[in-house]
């Protein structure tokens, strides 16, 4: 057996209104990411730690933010993409482990939901959702942006 790491991370800055995607759920309808698709930080820093473990570049060679095809996109579509790639690679992801940043919204309530819809995206139970806060400090201590790591395993049989 083959093993593979890959590390991601993602930010965004945070604006009134809107409705505000992490891991695939909605959790505010007060506030959203700026960004070119949902803007959802979890799972784009996921996407780039897939891609990362396969050497398959970045979620911006894949999903540029230039190209209009992807203005509004559901960040589940470059989830499915990489977990594709992937496979297809020969690669299958055995766990994830996400931390999410964030002063705001408070997200504990969310991680079991938030974990489920990653779960079923990679076909792993082996998902864990951390949230936390960065403490008043910076952007996102100051709940300007949010921001996400990501780390997955991958296995390949030889």
């Not at 505000?20 to 959203?32: I, K, N, P, Q, R």
């Not at 930080?41 to 992807?70: C, K, M, Q, Y």
């Amino acid at each position: 057996m083959q093993f593979r790491i890959g590390h991601g991370y993602d930010i965004h800055q945070l604006a009134s209104g809107g409705r505000l995607f992490v891991a695939g759920v909605v959790v505010s309808e007060e506030m959203s990411a700026v960004a070119h698709s949902d803007g959802d930080v979890a799972i784009h820093a996921l996407v780039d730690a897939i891609l990362g473990a396969t050497g398959g570049g970045d979620i911006g060679e894949h999903f540029p933010n230039s190209d209009a095809r992807w203005r509004g996109a559901s960040s589940g579509h470059f989830l499915a993409e990489a977990v594709r790639l992937a496979a297809a690679g020969g690669w299958k992801v055995v766990n994830a482990d996400i931390t999410v940043l964030a002063e705001r919204p408070k997200l504990h309530a969310f991680k079991p939901a938030m974990t489920e819809a990653i779960s079923h995206h990679l076909g792993t139970t082996a998902v864990n959702v951390k949230a936390g806060t960065h403490e008043g400090c910076d952007a996102i201590g100051r709940g300007e942006a949010i921001a996400a790591h990501a780390v997955v395993l991958l296995t390949r049989n030889v």
